[in-house]
């Protein structure tokens, strides 16, 4: 099945993009297309996203289809979810 994900912030520019669609197969987890975005797009993003471990890092958002989801809530994709990933702003 297709998911959508979508970067915004230090996440997007170390993806490069804004936006890709990964192939999951059924069953599979969020937390699993996290670590999978993260080996696709090599060390600049995953030091972002896993810095230390298999944890993701404390600052570090992400969105299923708008709604905010915890790290450790094992949650099942399905084909109609959009992944958002995303890393807090600050500016002045």
């Known amino acids: 099945m297709k ?10 520019k170390a993806a490069g993009l804004s936006r890709e ?3 999951m197969n059924e069953g599979s987890t969020l937390q699993e297309l996290v670590k ?3 080996e696709q797009h ?4 995953k030091s972002i996203l896993f810095p230390d471990s298999a944890d993701l890092h404390p ?3 992400i969105f299923l289809s708008n709604e ?3 790290w450790d809530e094992p949650v ?3 084909p109609h979810h959009v992944v958002t990933i995303l890393s807090p702003i ?3």
């Open 36 to 38: 999978e975005v993260a």
């Open 59 to 61: 600052s570090i958002l």
């Open 90 to 92: 600050s500016g002045g």
């Open 76 to 78: 099942t994709l399905e």
């Open 42 to 45: 090599g060390p600049t993003l």
């Open 68 to 70: 905010q989801v915890l």
């Open 21 to 23: 669609e990964f192939e």
């Open 3 to 12: 998911i959508v994900v979508e970067y915004t912030a230090q996440v997007k």
